[in-house]
């Protein structure tokens, strides 16, 4: 019997001992398990750490470009206004290049463009709401001619621009749209029914395409209502707008003849053709500056429009700044011409000082 028992505890044993080997191939899978979860979290705190890294240094080298470009419109504003106190005439100058300037990190450009040789869009906004024809209305659309559009087509253009200006909620002419149009749009939006602050609005306006955007905005401000064309800045194309009879070989008569000496009255084949004195000036109190820094490979843009009275010891104020993408700004600077490292372009948005 003692026998029995003795064989009976024995079987109990063995049954319920766990071998040596398992506990050990337990404890090696926990460890593993461990350590691949130690891996995985310390792989997502480098990535996480990296990317912040990453985003920082260029928060910073974005930050540090807009600095520099902001130094590169100060340098413009200083160029300007020197070369005006130095040479009246420089006045006459639609367009100039600023030579690069070496900073420590890089190069500082820009470009100064004087937007009184442009048709300034917020003189539309002396247009009466009646339906009867108005000066300024009439010479947009010669304008518009000369730009190659047809009589058709430059009417809705106009109209439209119009309505979107003018104060009131009535349609101008047959070709006219407001709000009633606006409002029925897939993504609802108003009319401005106030003078345009900025040229890239006119997207907003109906019929205005991206391609009649990109062709007429070279020859548009948007300056002050009152704020007159200079003469001796003006484009062909713009001076044609001026008068029904100025035809291309008359303003291009009178481009030549502004090359000899600036023009301090209406040429003869203006006066020739009914233009009014007072709807010209001969000297231009407002500017674009085109700003760009390259700094540590990276390209900074911003874009400028300056106030210069033409007063003596006049001080120089930005009425708007805004920064925009470098692809914006080489699509702008190619339509204002090839101007390589010295050419500015634009960046961000900002109030005026």
Known sequence: MALYWARYAEQRRSRFATP????????????????????????????????????????????????????????AMLTLQTLLDENPDAATIASANLPPLVVDEGVISGRIVDLQSRFNINSLSNVSSSNAKDPQYDAFIRLLSALGYSGAE????????????????????????????YLLLE????????????????????????DIFKKITPYLSALPNDVLI???????????????????SIASQVVEEREG??????????????????????????YEIYSRADILGRSSFLISTLHLPQTTAATPKVLRRKKIPSYVAAEMLSELGDVGVAGGGSGESGSGE
């Open 187 to 210: 993504q609802p939006y108003r009319a401005a029914n106030q003078e345009i602050i900025d040229l890239s609005e006119l997207r907003l306006v109906r019929g205005i395409s991206a």
């Open 20 to 75: 040596r080997h398992s506990q050990k191939g337990v404890a090696l899978i926990s460890v593993l398990l461990i350590f691949v979860v130690a891996t995985l979290i310390a792989v997502e705190m480098t990535e996480r750490s990296q990317l912040m890294i990453r985003r920082t240094a260029n928060i910073l080298a974005n930050d540090q470009g807009q600095v520099y470009a902001r130094g590169a419109e100060s340098f």
């Open 261 to 286: 000496e600036p023009l301090s009255a209406l040429p003869s084949a203006f006066k020739d053709n009914d233009i009014s004195v007072s709807n010209v000036v001969y000297g231009s109190e407002y």
């Open 230 to 248: 200079n003469l001796n800045t003006a484009s062909v194309e713009v001076m044609m707008s001026l008068g029904e009879n100025v035809t291309a």
């Open 154 to 181: 430059a009417e809705e253009i106009a109209a439209a621009i119009v309505d979107w200006i003018d104060e009131n909620d009535q349609p101008y002419q047959l070709s006219g749209v407001e709000d009633d149009h």
